[in-house]
């Protein structure tokens, strides 16, 4: 079983920061593909990073040269740094670990973690 768990979301106020922590339980961690999504109040779940097993990073135009997303396998972790946060990066951020590669469509789809709040406001 793989289980995904978020932290690090609170209250900041814009322009400020905050770290974000993804940990998957699962030993063989390194083979998998994690992004990170936000939820809204639209209700759509929207990409906003993601790092391969190779720490290859993508990230939603909205996101460059603020959001930083890095990896360490040892300790199962991927974490996405947040700069000048703005009101409208108020979200529950999702973590989601995948393998591509896989013969199985669960797990090229990906596990879900619970999600973690994140609000900017003044």
């Known amino acids: 079983q793989v289980q995904v768990v978020e932290s690090g979301g609170g209250l900041v106020q814009p322009g400020g920061s905050l770290r974000l922590s993804c940990v998957v339980s699962?030993?063989?961690?390194?083979?998998?593909?994690v992004g990170w999504y936000r939820q809204g109040p639209e209700k759509q779940r929207e990409v906003v990073a993601s790092i391969t097993r190779n720490s290859n990073t993508n990230y939603a135009d909205s996101m460059k040269g603020r959001f930083t997303i890095s990896r360490d396998n040892a300790k199962r972790t991927v974490y996405l740094q947040m700069n000048s946060l703005k009101p409208e990066n108020q979200a529950v951020y999702y973590c989601?670990?995948?393998?591509?590669?896989?013969?199985?469509?669960?797990?090229?789809?990906?596990?879900w973690g619970q999600g973690t709040q994140v609000t900017v406001s003044s």
């Open positions: 699962r030993s063989a961690f390194s083979f998998y593909e």
């Open positions: 989601n670990a995948r393998v591509p590669e896989s013969s199985d469509a669960t797990m090229r789809s990906g596990y």
